[in-house]
């Protein structure tokens, strides 16, 4: 019996040890390969945030567009121009594609990630990783991912410095760390799924959400949002992806925002909205798995 409750200790830190920030601090002296050296905590940028930004924006809009019959409750609230700038886009879109049945004139047929390597040339998805005891890691499913692409995000709740994560950390291995000391905490269970439907609830005005949930969920909206489960690095693996702070800028569509799989856990308007992406460090082909490295500051 005891036995047996060890070797399940055992092999649930051997998946959860990959995760663990402390862990990974511990034993970078002896796996350099898994560290990006940045010389100040404004230079961590692969590439710029203009960039990330027009990614973000082009992949979500056409998210919008695909869903667009959903969106009437939305479209009501957004000023003419606006919602004649989607018309059109639609238009554009339906003469683009040759719709050879009327039922494929209707909105909603493409699931996320078909929009998201028809607007970015590849998709990506959860599975078993490669790493022997990791748990789920993330793969290239479909298409190929240039050099510099953003190829996922890292969702969850954003808690500044000095805000409460004591008991959401507990045992939890998705406690991402900005280079700023920024939290963000991307598990989707537990007290960490509690807080975050509760904060997105509360930031919601009437149709308009500021965030979006479903990466909670088996049913993800934003496809990208599944960089919580992308594995560190090893010497035998070596990484593919790095991480990279965007702050969403305010002027950032309000109707899009329902695709930010973030949230600040404190209502403080004061402050931009941090966000954390994947950006690809060479191309990467379809069926790779993706592994990230650590940055860490040096003068």
Known sequence: MAGRLLRGLWQRWRRYKYRFV??????????????????????DKIISDE???????????????????????????????????????????????NLLENKHQQQNVFKPEEILYK????SVARATSSLISAGRGVFVTKGLVPKGAVVSM?????????????????????????????????NDKGISKVVYRSCNGRDRLGPLK?????WLTSEIHNPLAIG????????????????????????FPVELKQYLPNIAYSNDKQSPLRCVVLIALRDIEQGEELFSNYYTIVS
């Open 51 to 97: 960039d990330v930004l027009g990614t973000l924006l082009k992949l979500f809009q056409a998210l919008f567009l695909n869903d667009f019959n959903k969106q009437s409750d939305i479209l009501t609230m957004l000023p003419e121009p606006v919602k004649s700038k989607y018309r059109d886009l639609l238009a554009v879109q339906h003469q683009r594609v």
């Open 119 to 122: 607007t970015l040339g590849f």
């Open 154 to 186: 890292y969702p969850g709740t954003v808690y500044q410095k000095y805000e409460p994560i004591f008991f959401q950390s507990i045992g939890n291995p998705f406690i991402f760390r900005c280079l700023d000391g920024v939290l963000i905490d991307g």
């Open 22 to 43: 402390p862990w990974i601090a511990l034993n970078l002296s002896h796996n350099p390969r898994t560290l990006r050296y940045v010389p100040e905590e404004s230079k």
């Open 210 to 214: 500021m965030s979006d949930s479903t």
């Open 228 to 251: 919580q489960y992308v594995n560190n690095c090893s010497n035998d693996r070596a990484a593919n992806v790095c991480y990279q702070e965007f702050d969403v800028p305010a002027v």
